[in-house]
């Protein structure tokens, strides 16, 4: 009788788990050995079964009386308890044939109950080595379960990974799919926008030369512009007369009539009694009803002019109370011509940036009292005495604060400090009369960074102290002396007018502080504006037709061609 080997049996074990669902049911649910035949069951010899498919060898067990145990198929599901009961039976089955087998040599004996017969050693040996094998091969299977749930665990693992991945893939080529959708996308748009940026390269070189033409028309224009201008403030007079009549402060009757928006007519009374009219011829007159905007219409052409490199020269003349320091300063609501003057240089020079120009404003502020000049530009500190300087033929004040500037409220604020600072002192004739002349001094330095031309122009706008009639005033001790000062620079300015109109080969500058400071913006080199400020009231009638006298003085004084300073 032959036995299965135990590793033979392992062999088929060790496979890959058997499919059962294509084991006939017989094998996988009917218990083996349940049912003996009359025969007695017996585990028979090896059978060797060829598969057509694969033509491989398997080789199955099987008992005698009973069905065969199934043939392994690799391909089939593993069941190990199935498996694990098909052995156990058939071990019980070989155990029992085994235990009968006995029996029967037992009786064959003859009753004697002797088991030491060399068949029966063998049969026992053999039980115990199946037995043995049995248990060790249960081992086996046990492990093979074991090693079964750790692959069909990993199984299971990988399949979420692959479906996890299989997502992921998916998910991923969606996007890839969209993105290059999207790059595509993109490179159309480089495409269009490189198209356009060559477009605009070519209209922007095209606009280039264009503008480069504009330009240069422009700056010819300019040039052109300045000389029409030049010859409009030649034709109109380098020394020019304005006068202003100031509204009348008491109820006593005007004496001052204005006619033709260039002559004034004083009504007055002569020496012998009677009633005459005199009347005085200026480039502009206003009545008292014009308004500070109306007057400076009228001057700003002369910011202009300063911009483009000439010296001007504004300043206020007349007898005390008739309107100077209102004209040139002005109030908080009505400011003067000096805020106007100095709002208007800074527009323009925000125009003449488009052209290429750039300005150097400084400003300085000064004051004549008794024939000495005084800083009106100081903060709190006593003003010292200024000594007047010659930079060549130029007049310059070294000891001057000279503060540069950027816009016009910079400008209101230095004027509100020279304002305070401006020595006031009360007397007979005014309560709030200034007994000094002040002069505001701007210099603008301009250069043109397209073509590099430099213009040195500048304003200057006086105030002049009030003139008076010493037998008038009735001043005595210092305010005598103030009154004597200034009507001395009166009329020393007067005589450099008029030494000017007569071409003389001396102009006596020096002859006082006012006209010797003054003389950068009086001579042949300038534009000058005179405002003669004059009262209509009836009790200043004198002082009027004086004042008026002066300044048709000027009036008449033509000073040569004004000389441009341009680099
Ligand atoms: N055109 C005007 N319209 C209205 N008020 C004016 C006008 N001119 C002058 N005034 C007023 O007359 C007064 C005297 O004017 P202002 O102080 O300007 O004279 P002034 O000539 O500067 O005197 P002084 O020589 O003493 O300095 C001020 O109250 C001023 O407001």
Known sequence: MSLPHSDDLYKHIAQPPPDFS????????????????????????????????NNTKHTSLKLSGSKPIPTFNKQATFDTSELTKLLGEIMEEKLQQLKKDEIERTEVIGGNQVLANPVQNELKRELEKVESELKLNNEKIKNIEMEKQSILFENESLKNQLNVLKR?????????EMEKQMNVNAQNKIQELLETIQSLNKQNNFLQSELEKIEDKLIHSEKERRKLHN????????????????????????????TDNNAVIVNSINFSGKKEKIKFGFDRAFDSDSTQQDIFEEISQLVQSSLDGYQTCIFAYGQTGSGKTYTMEGTNDKPGMIPLTVHKIFTTIEELKTLGWQFKINVKYV??????????????????KLQIKYNGPLVILPEANVIEVFEAEEVDHLINIATRNRAVAATKCNAQSSRSHSIFMMDLC????GSNEQRFGGLTLVDLAGSERLDESGAKGERLEE??????????????????????SHIPYRNSKLTELLQNCLGSDSKTLMFVNISSDQQDTLETISSLRFATKVNTCVIGTAKRHVQ
């Open 483 to 504: 009154t004597k000062n200034i009507n001395k620079s009166l009329s020393a300015l007067g005589d450099v007018i008029v030494a000017i109109a007569n071409k003389d």
């Open 168 to 176: 992921t893939v998916e998910t991923t080529n969606g996007n890839w």
């Open 231 to 258: 010859e409009v403030m030649e034709l109109k007079g380098n020394v020019r007369v304005f006068c202003r009549v100031r509204p009348p402060l008491k109820n006593e009757g005007i004496s001052v009539d204005v």
């Open 367 to 384: 004051e004549i009292y008794n024939n000495n000049i005084f800083d009106l530009l100081v903060n709190g500190e006593e003003s010292k």
């Open 22 to 53: 294509k084991v006939p049911p017989l094998f996988r649910s009917t218990p083996l050995m349940r049912h003996h035949n009359a025969s007695k069951p017996r585990l028979i010899k090896e059978t060797t079964v060829t598969k057509p498919q």
């Open 446 to 449: 301009g250069r043109n960074i």
